[in-house]
Each structure stands twice: as structure tokens, then as C-alpha cells.
């Protein structure tokens, strides 16, 4: 793996059209001074200075997609018929991300995280309090079947597909096969960003879950080699896939390609068929770290455009570790782009 083949091919992360199926939601962030104590309650009073909106969560790969791929990126999920409905979809659609298949959903609140932070002129900001406006019920079979209909019209217009669940309720088994089976039926790639409950999401080409939970959900710690090549074959056994990239912290990233023959469609057979390759590579940036919020949708995200992109898994996991090291330089969620990972890579000394 040369550096200079993985600049070259940078260029391509711009024309794959990726899809975001998941829980969207927004940050929002406001900002004030502080002026002094309440008459009232002893709280305090913040003269207001600004507000600013962010794409979080699943909104925040789509944000990622759409800033490496200058705007080629779509959207599906629900949002409320509230106020903060029209903010999630202006931020979206400000971001150049296709709002045409998002549903929205009367009975459920548009997720919204509000955080409060003061400052005064001999401290730095500082968050005072945060407020969530989330529902997180499943969907309703109505709403689950408007998604499940959007599902179908659009990943036959998209080149991948990535699965956001942050468990806000979007993401139902039904709409996680539908999703999976028409990707398959149209020989997308799809890729699952998941935390937790993993088996629901069987079939699909890749996930990207970091070593914490990867390790709740194989139960037992990954603390060496061993127990690293056994977590890459188990995670390819128990659902069926063809790569598993599991983000390590300052440890970096180790990518499983599971080659199996035609004939590797039982347990018994791909424990025989199958062999599964591992490939490390380190953190980019151990120094620099500020807030690694968001640092796993601009994985996914960098990944599977990759992927898409005709890259090698293995050059896509140095994409996604590569946009990684960028993001976490920021507080909260932010994005790449071509530009910067270019000059990223060039600053490095060897991969």
C-alpha cells in the first residue's frame, strides 16, 4: 500500500452517491454571557451572544458524505412536524444533502440537543446545561411502511447505503432488511454504524463499531492478538460479513476481509471455506485530540465512500482514519473534506 496510489485515488471519494438511513438529529448550540445572579432563583443569567445549528448523529455522516463528495449525498429518517423539524431540514438541505425521502412523523419529537454554555471574561465557554428533545419508540407500522417505501425508490438511485442507528427508534428490523435485501437485490454496498444489538444486522457488507463495544457484544475483552484475530473471525461468522473495521482509540485501526467461497453459506461450511485477513494500522493523531464526538460517523462515512469509490478496504480504512484525525482536532461534530485529507496525508511520514 503506497501513499502516493491513496492520494491519487482521493479524488475519486467525489463520485459515488452514498444514501443515510437512520436517526437524524441536530445540535444545538447557544451561546451567552454571563450577567449576573437571578432575583428570582439562584441562577444564572446569560445575555444571549449566538446559536448555532449542527448535523449530529446521523445527520452528521450525511454531513460527512456530502463534504467529501460535494453533495452527493441522501437522506432517509423521520422527523417531527415541529419547529425543529424545519431547522434539522434547512441545516440538511444547507448542507447539500437530498431531504426528498426523510418522512415526517406528527406523533414523534424532531431529536434536538440543546446545550447552554456562558462564558465571562475570566473563563472560557463552559456547557451550563444540556436539553434533549428525542422520541425513542419505534416507529409506527404507517410511518415504518412510508420508510420502507422510500427505502425501495431510492438506494436503486444511490451507489451505497450506511445504517445509522444511534436507537431513536428509525432503524425497526423491518427497515434494516428491507434496507439490506434491496442493497443486495441492487448490488450496493452497505455499511452499519452500530453500537449495540449487532445481530440485527446480518447481511449487511460491513460494520464499523469501535473496540468497546465490539467487545460487549462478543463477550470477552480483545486485549491481544489472539483475542484480536478471534474477534475479526467471530464477527464474520456471527453475521455474514465481508469486512469488519473496528476502531481502537489511540491503538488505531484493524480491518477483517473475510474471502469466502460460493459454497461458505452455512456455520459449518464458512468455518472451512472462509479465511479472514487483518490488517493494523495506527492512530494518525495521538497529540492533537480535542473531542472525539462525531469521530465514528466521519469513519463510516469516509469508509464506505471509499469502498464505493473503488478503493481497497484496506486504503478505505486509512481514508477513515485519516478523516478521523482531522475531526477530532474540533469540538463537537465536524467534517473533512478532499482538500484536507490531501494535506493530511501528505504530513504523513509512513502508513
Do not use: W
Not at 3 to 13: A, G, R
Not at 66 to 84: H, M, P, Q, R, T
Amino acid at each position: 500500500m503506497k501513499k502516493s496510489e491513496i492520494l491519487k485515488n482521493l479524488d475519486k471519494l467525489k463520485e459515488p452517491k452514498i444514501l443515510i438511513i437512520g436517526d437524524f438529529a441536530i445540535d444545538e448550540m447557544v451561546f451567552g454571557q454571563t450577567e449576573r445572579i437571578s432575583r428570582e432563583a439562584p441562577v444564572l443569567i446569560l445575555q444571549h451572544s449566538e446559536t448555532k445549528i449542527i448535523l449530529g448523529t446521523a445527520s452528521n455522516a450525511a454531513h460527512n458524505i456530502s463534504s467529501l463528495n460535494c453533495g452527493k449525498a441522501g437522506a432517509i429518517g423521520v422527523l417531527g412536524d415541529d419547529y425543529y423539524g424545519g431547522v434539522l431540514t434547512k441545516a440538511l438541505n444547507d448542507a447539500k444533502i437530498n431531504t426528498d425521502f426523510m418522512v415526517v412523523d406528527k406523533t414523534r419529537k424532531t431529536t434536538t440537543k440543546t446545550r447552554i454554555s456562558g462564558s465571562c471574561s475570566q473563563s472560557i465557554t463552559q456547557q451550563i446545561v444540556r436539553i434533549d428533545r428525542q422520541t425513542k419508540m419505534p416507529l409506527s407500522p404507517e410511518i415504518e411502511a412510508k420508510v420502507i417505501e422510500n427505502i425501495k425508490k431510492a438506494i436503486p438511485l444511490y451507489d451505497g447505503v450506511i445504517l445509522s442507528d444511534y436507537h431513536l427508534g428509525c432503524l425497526t428490523q423491518n427497515v434494516i432488511t428491507t434496507a439490506i435485501e434491496t442493497a443486495k437485490a441492487y448490488g450496493k454496498i452497505i455499511v452499519a454504524d452500530i453500537q449495540t444489538s449487532m445481530e440485527r444486522y446480518k447481511g449487511v457488507t460491513a460494520i464499523t463499531p469501535n473496540q468497546p463495544d465490539s467487545e460487549k457484544f462478543l463477550g470477552y475483552f480483545i486485549n491481544d492478538e489472539e483475542t484480536l484475530k478471534k474477534a475479526g473471525q467471530d464477527f464474520a461468522e456471527k453475521l455474514g460479513l465481508k469486512y469488519t473495521l473496528i476502531t481502537r482509540g489511540e491503538k488505531g485501526m484493524v480491518l477483517f476481509e473475510n474471502h469466502c467461497d460460493s459454497n461458505g453459506n452455512t456455520k459449518e461450511a464458512s468455518k472451512a471455506c472462509c479465511k479472514t485477513v487483518m490488517t493494523q494500522i495506527p492512530a494518525f493523531n495521538k497529540k492533537e485530540v480535542f473531542d472525539v464526538t462525531g469521530a465514528g460517523d466521519t469513519v463510516v462515512a469516509a469508509f464506505t465512500l471509499a469502498l464505493c469509490a473503488g478503493m481497497s478496504p484496506v486504503e478505505a480504512m486509512v481514508v477513515g482514519n485519516l478523516a478521523a484525525s482531522i475531526v477530532i482536532r474540533q469540538f463537537g461534530c465536524h467534517t473533512t473534506n478532499l482538500e484536507e485529507l490531501k494535506s493530511e496525508l501528505n504530513n504523513i511520514k509512513e502508513i
